[in-house]
């Protein structure tokens, strides 16, 4: 059977960006089961034991509580689970004194919070909420504002041509290999065709985090058109606080901030939360009661209390941001060891997430064909041209990137580093033989 599509029918059987090329991973993998192979490539968080015990403890208080059945046998509000609003609220208002601030009028409420099946959920809902064709045909653009940025993005959008991303400028330290990305404010357009505005901070995949002067200059840009500027804030803190570096949580007007529990150790569990002026929740989550009535009320039940008792914060503190960023040290200590000194290749900053972007600048082939080589010395990673959704125009750079996962142990990364060390060197060198 052949069923014909309709346009949002073919654009959402689509897979892309990075899950297109999960399926040529998996593939790999399969192949060489029974081989040595360093899997660099994974998104998909570790399992740390103490944030397993974390959920295991909250689950093990739930079942033996009489709130369960109110939890699992009943329909709730499509805003989500009021305890778990409510534990947001609490924490947010008093962690970021946000009742002395005026982004809320005086603190958020729960009228300030939308709980949502994951995060990606809340930005399909958001992209075409606010981007895609107005009732008078008018095309309302999703921009964002520093490409390469989360693979997902491409996935959102019922409209693809609503899809712009901009070009990076691209700060480098040519001795010590290193390079950031930061916005280029004189290309950036935020203007009354733009429908809404995303980016991730700390970002998938480069660990990139905007600076708070950046992230403000953004949202001041957006405001006059009353555009909301979605800050996906997937590995920010307080949970999981995967940021390497220091950074603050901006809250304004027209600022969604955007989390997820995924990085906190409950992935399955599909928990995304959106808070912002409720003027921007109302319209997502009328969007949610359209699609999906409201997200799942057991993982909200739990995480209401781990967010509550002030553990799910302290375990991200205290165990999952030193867990990456060692990872992050480890891959960082072998590459400048075993990567050539005269060898043009550029480590982005480690400022967060759970990935390393590595750019080899004048790369002599495309960063499909360097995947390729590696699987061949049983190392993969994900070629990075997968990672500039809604970039449109042409740039050598977008053919010369690797994410890197840093969910492998730590001699999947040390070996995998020294063999991407050698492959970078012969094909550098074959091609200035050929030359
Ligand atoms: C930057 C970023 N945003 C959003 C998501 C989606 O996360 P979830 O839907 O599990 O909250 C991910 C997942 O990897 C991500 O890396």
Redesign the pocket.
């Known amino acids: 059977m052949k069923p014909a599509l309709t346009q949002f029918g073919a654009q959402m059987s689509n897979l892309t960006g990075v899950r297109a090329i999960m399926k040529d991973i998996n593939e790999t993998l399969k192949a060489g089961a029974g081989q040595e192979l360093s899997n660099l490539s994974a998104?998909n968080p570790l399992i740390l034991p103490e944030v397993e015990q974390l959920w295991r403890d909250c689950t093990a208080e739930l079942l033996a509580s009489s709130e369960y059945g109110e939890v699992v046998c009943r329909y709730g509000s499509s805003q989500g689970y009021a305890p778990l609003i409510d534990a947001v609220v609490n924490d947010f208002n008093q962690r970021y004194g946000l009742n002395l601030t005026d982004a809320f009028g005086g603190g958020l409420t729960e009228r300030n919070i939308l709980i949502t099946p994951?995060?990606?959920?809340l930005?399909f809902y958001a992209a075409n909420s606010f981007g895609g064709y107005t009732k008078s045909g008018e095309l309302k653009q999703i921009v964002l504002p520093l490409s390469p940025d989360?693979t997902?993005y491409g996935g959102v959008c019922l409209v693809p041509e609503a899809l712009v991303a901009y070009k990076p400028t691209l700060d480098i330290d040519a001795s010590a290999h290193r390079f950031k990305y930061r916005p280029d404010f004189s290309q950036l357009s935020i203007t009354e065709k733009t429908g809404c505005v995303i980016f991730?901070r700390p970002?998938?995949p480069t660990g990139n985090v905007l600076s708070d002067d950046e992230v403000r200059k953004i949202a001041a840009l957006a405001a006059p058109y009353d555009v909301p500027v979605l800050v996906?804030s997937?590995?920010a803190p307080p949970f999981p606080a995967l940021n390497f570096t220091d950074m603050s949580l901006i809250f304004g007007e027209n600022i969604l901030h955007c989390t997820?529990?995924?990085?906190a150790g409950l992935?399955g569990e599909?928990?995304?939360i959106a808070i912002g002026d409720e003027k921007l929740i109302q319209v997502l989550e009328s969007f949610q009661t359209n699609i999906g009535i409201h997200s799942s009320r057991y993982g909200q039940a739990i995480a209401a209390r781990a967010i509550n008792s002030g553990a799910l914060a302290d375990i991200a503190e205290k165990v999952i941001r030193p867990f990456y960023q060692n990872k992050f040290a480890v891959l960082e200590g072998t590459l400048d060891a075993a990567m050539p000194k005269n060898l043009p290749w550029f480590l982005h900053r480690g400022e967060g997430?759970i990935f390393a972007w590595l750019w080899l600048q004048d790369l002599p082939i495309t960063d499909w064909e360097f995947y390729q080589e590696l699987k061949k010395v049983g190392v993969i990673v994900v070629p990075g041209s997968t990672f500039f959704p809604g970039l449109k125009e042409e740039w050598q750079h977008k053919h010369q990137c690797l994410r890197i996962s840093l969910t492998g142990s730590d001699t999947e990364i040390v070996t995998g580093m020294q063999r991407l060390a050698k492959v970078a060197e012969q094909v550098y060198q074959s091609s200035a033989v050929s030359a």
Do not use: E, H
């Open positions: 998104g994951g995060s990606q959920t930005y989360y997902g991730s970002c998938n996906d997937a590995y997820s529990l995924s990085k992935p599909r928990i995304g997430a």
